[in-house]
T-cell receptor, first 112, second 112 residues
Framework: GENVEQHPSTLSVQEGDSAVIKCTYS??????FPWYKQELGKRPQLIID?????GEKKDQRIAVTLNKTAKHFSLHITETQPEDSAVYFC???????????FGKGTSLLVTP | DSGVTQTPKHLITATGQRVTLRCSPR?????VYWYQQSLDQGLQFLIQ???????AKGNILERFSAQQFPDLHSELNLSSLELGDSALYFC???????????FGQGTRLTVV
């Protein structure tokens, strides 16, 4: 089955700096790669996703890149703010509508 | 509010007991997914139902079972509970063609 590795497990940045979280996956059949943000005590919420026919996608301060050949994808957050502090999970799936295989999460702390 | 409702929010029970967790998906969503979140294992996919039928199975123990009813709500049954089953159990739902799986607020299970 699919195995998703996520690094780093913790990340601390200063407000205004950029944060990068990287994930690798094992199953070449995976085509859908969402990123979820989970604040303390709350449910995971989708922040951005990308499909295998696209190399990069941006949404304001958040961007995701995908290298399907190398089987890795990354989340980039620019101009970080304290409210970006949360646990971020990457995931991989055959497609939307199918089960998500999650990485183990990255705890991001943005200090003022 | 994601529109996915899980009950109960908290559950404390003893080892060896059996519990049932309930999930009501968003209106119109045919897919229901169950995930287990523990501190050391992240978000683990357990099982998916689509319109009443089992669609995919992940790392679900034989002591655990689930079903989706004609009104599309789902129940996750956990039996012969062990201390290690203590975790946050999330239900998510999605609609055909949607990219996003919406998560409920979770049920925190504590086995003592």
């Amino acid at each position: 089955g699919e195995n998703v590795e996520q690094h780093p497990s913790t990340l601390s940045v200063q407000e205004g700096d950029s944060a990068v979280i990287k994930c690798t996956y094992s199953d070449s059949a995976s085509n859908y790669f969402p990123w979820y943000k989970q604040e303390l005590g709350k449910r995971p919420q989708l922040i951005i996703d990308i499909r295998s026919n696209v190399g990069e996608k941006k949404d304001q301060r958040i961007a995701v890149t995908l290298n399907k050949t190398a089987k890795h994808f990354s989340l980039h957050i620019t101009e970080t703010q304290p409210e970006d502090s949360a646990v971020y999970f990457c995931a991989a799936s055959i497609d939307s509508g199918y089960a998500l295989n999650f990485g183990k999460g990255t705890s991001l702390l943005v200090t003022p | 509010d994601s529109g996915v409702t899980q009950t109960p929010k908290h559950l404390i029970t003893a080892t060896g007991q059996r519990v049932t967790l309930r999930c009501s998906p968003r209106s119109g969503d045919l897919s229901v997914y169950w995930y287990q979140q523990s501190l050391d294992q992240g978000l683990q996919f357990l099982i998916q139902y689509y319109n009443g039928e089992e669609r995919a199975k992940g790392n679900i123990l034989e002591r655990f079972s689930a079903q989706q009813f004609p009104d599309l709500h789902s129940e996750l049954n956990l039996s012969s509970l062990e201390l290690g089953d203590s975790a946050l159990y999330f239900c998510a739902s999605s609609h055909t063609g949607d990219t996003e799986a919406f998560f409920g607020q979770g049920t925190r299970l504590t086995v003592v």
